[in-house]
């Protein structure tokens, strides 16, 4: 079984500034990880996902993600959010035997831009 | 890019009737679909995964019974919620995977029905 963790339900944050929102993963079996982000009312788009390669990861919006292995984590940063970053993320986890679909969902973090 | 469609948006119901989701998959066939629920600022709960032709998987805890699953064809995919009652009331989204290329690239969320139940 797979299990995600956000450590963080809310992070407000200045316009400007950077963030970093953490996610922590527990799985038994190698898998895929992704970041995606909901606005308000809406499904989700993806941000970036790791399937294989370079532990760095680059997505859209400026977002960036990094693979730890060791730390069983995977964290997203963006060096300078904007206003309208303001959404739900989710970190996600899919185990590799299933193509990259069964995928398992963090409670979420909401980011909070603010002026 | 691929775009996964859900109809109706939003349904507002009384307890006791049947709703029915439509997801579609508008520009690619789709062998396998998810449905998750989300409840009100929590995490998407994978339900079931859909495959076309064949018979729902169900997660753990849902009730087959109560959230009837069709895969009729390569592009849609319903989700019924039977005699639907107020704890019922959510938001569902439905995921639509890709028949070619890698298909990690290919997994594409349709927009969420929000379903709320008198």
């Known amino acids: 079984a797979q299990s995600v963790t956000q450590l963080d339900s809310q992070v407000p944050v200045f316009e400007e500034a950077p963030v970093e929102l953490r996610c922590n993963y527990s799985?038994?079996?190698?898998?895929?990880l992704f970041w995606y982000v909901q606005y308000p009312n809406q499904g989700l788009q993806l941000l970036l996902k790791y399937l294989s390669g370079s532990t760095l990861v680059k997505g859209i919006n400026g977002f960036e993600a990094e693979f730890n292995k060791s730390q069983t984590s995977f964290h997203l940063r963006k060096p300078s959010v904007h206003i309208s970053d303001t959404a739900e993320y989710f970190c996600a986890v899919s185990p590799t035997s299933t193509g990259g679909f069964k995928t398992i969902f963090g409670a979420g973090t909401r980011l909070f831009v603010k002026a | 890019g691929a775009v996964v469609s859900q109809h109706p948006s939003r349904v507002i119901c009384k307890s006791g009737t049947s709703v029915k989701i439509e997801c579609r998959s508008l520009d690619f066939q789709a062998t396998t679909m998810f449905w998750y629920r989300q409840f009100p600022k929590k995490s998407l709960m994978l339900m079931a995964t859909s495959n076309e032709g064949s018979k729902a998987t169900y997660e753990q805890g849902v009730e087959k019974d109560k959230f009837l699953i069709n895969h009729a064809s390569l592009t849609l995919s319903t989700l019924t919620v039977t005699s639907a009652h107020p704890e019922d009331s959510s938001f569902y989204i439905c995921?639509?995977?890709?028949?070619?290329?890698?298909?990690?690239?290919?997994?594409?969320f349709g927009p969420g029905t929000r379903l709320t139940v008198l």
């Open positions: 799985s038994s079996v190698s898998v895929y």
């Open positions: 995921s639509a995977e890709g028949t070619s290329g890698n298909l990690t690239d290919t997994q594409y």
